[in-house]
């Protein structure tokens, strides 16, 4: 995506509205269903896309598992998201 921040946040904030109406059950199990959640989740989603598969982004410079788990810390209202589920993301 490039740049511009307002796009970007009408995009993570479309998207956690239409994931939380579309997986309700798996949403609560997983984590408290609030939108914020799953909109930094996406936001993360799409910052580990973009150093994945930046051309770029120098080899050594791409994002590692625990970085990605380091910057979800504490996003599901002060929790952590299970970290089998964020490695079936990353």
């Known amino acids: 995506l490039k740049g511009e921040a307002q796009k970007i946040e009408h995009l993570t904030h479309s ?3 239409r994931f939380i109406e579309c ?3 798996e949403c609560k199990n997983m984590f408290n269903c ?3 959640t799953i909109e930094v989740l996406a936001y993360a989603i799409i910052l580990l896309n973009t150093s994945i598969h930046n051309p770029n ?3 050594n ?3 590692k598992f625990e ?4 910057m979800t810390k504490g996003i599901d209202n002060g929790h952590d998201i299970d ?3 964020l490695f079936g993301i990353y």
């Open 57 to 59: 982004v120098k080899q």
């Open 34 to 36: 609030a939108e914020e």
């Open 83 to 85: 970290r089998d589920y």
């Open 23 to 25: 997986n309700r059950l």
């Open 67 to 70: 970085q990605f788990v380091k």
């Open 15 to 17: 998207f956690a509205s």
């Open 61 to 63: 410079d791409k994002m």
